[in-house]
T-cell receptor
Framework: KAGVTQTPRYLIKTRGQQVTLSCSPI?????VSWYQQTPGQGLQFLFE???????NKGNFPGRFSGRQFSNSRSEMNVSTLELGDSALYLC??????????????FGPGTRLTVT | GESVGLHLPTLSVQEGDNSIINCAYS??????FIWYKQESGKGPQFIID?????DKRQGQRVTVLLNKTVKHLSLQIAATQPGDSAVYFC??????????FGAGTTVTVRA
């Protein structure tokens, strides 16, 4: 079974621009979560989508948004980029089948550099 | 806010020895805990999980111990191998899909 895929793998943007990152979950997984990883703050939860609805949200400004499509693929968008948005953005998928197991499987991440 | 933290940022281990990685958490509502391994250039890889109604769980060469009284979690790796060199994160959740991660411990295996 193919793992979580993320595109693009690397991205360089300028302050003030906006960016869209894409994530394809493991086949059959219906939940997609996004995390930001930086050396200073570590791994921080952004949001989680299930059945095209945002179910959980972290403490990030409204510049960070996301959506999920009917095929469970997800995108996240960051508008008005700031230098501090430079990070590895990780997507994770989960079956979310009501079993009470919350394991998440991560993709390789998108490395975003804001200059 | 409440967070999950690791006791040591780095750990150097001789190949073949056992490794113990520690993690303290502060959210008493946490119900589910996971250990992840992250190698350079890759996303975190699921290692093992444990629910709060258990105090020990074993996998292949790994054991997770949970002490709810002192809010402490540990990962034991038996017979550490060079391929075990990575950053290890503990994560916790209170019955939802919002994982809170610790800062990570970098494990270096010496040949």
């Amino acid at each position: 079974k193919a793992g979580v895929t993320q595109t693009p793998r690397y991205l360089i943007k300028t302050r003030g621009q906006q960016v869209t990152l894409s994530c394809s979950p493991i086949s059959g997984h219906r939940s997609v979560s996004w995390y930001q990883q930086t050396p200073g703050q570590g791994l921080q939860f952004l949001f989680e989508y299930f059945s095209e609805t945002q179910r959980n949200k972290g403490n990030f400004p409204g510049r960070f948004s996301g959506r999920q499509f009917s095929n469970s693929r997800s995108e996240m968008n960051v508008s008005t980029l700031e230098l501090g948005d430079s990070a590895l953005y990780l997507c994770a998928s989960s079956p979310r089948g009501g079993t009470g197991i919350y394991e998440q499987y991560f993709g390789p991440g998108t490395r975003l550099t804001v200059t | 806010g409440e967070s999950v933290g690791l006791h040591l940022p780095t750990l150097s281990v001789q190949e073949g020895d056992n490794s113990i990685i520690n993690c303290a958490y502060s959210n008493s509502a946490s119900d589910y805990f996971i250990w992840y391994k992250q190698e350079s250039g890759k996303g975190p890889q699921f290692i093992i999980d444990i629910r709060s109604n258990m105090d020990k769980r074993q996998g292949q060469r790994v054991t997770v111990l949970l002490n709810k009284t002192v809010k402490h979690l540990s990962l034991q790796i038996a017979a550490t191998q060079p391929g075990d060199s990575a950053v290890y994160f503990c994560a916790e959740t209170a019955n939802d899909y919002k994982l809170s991660f610790g800062a990570g411990t970098t494990v270096t295996v010496r040949a």
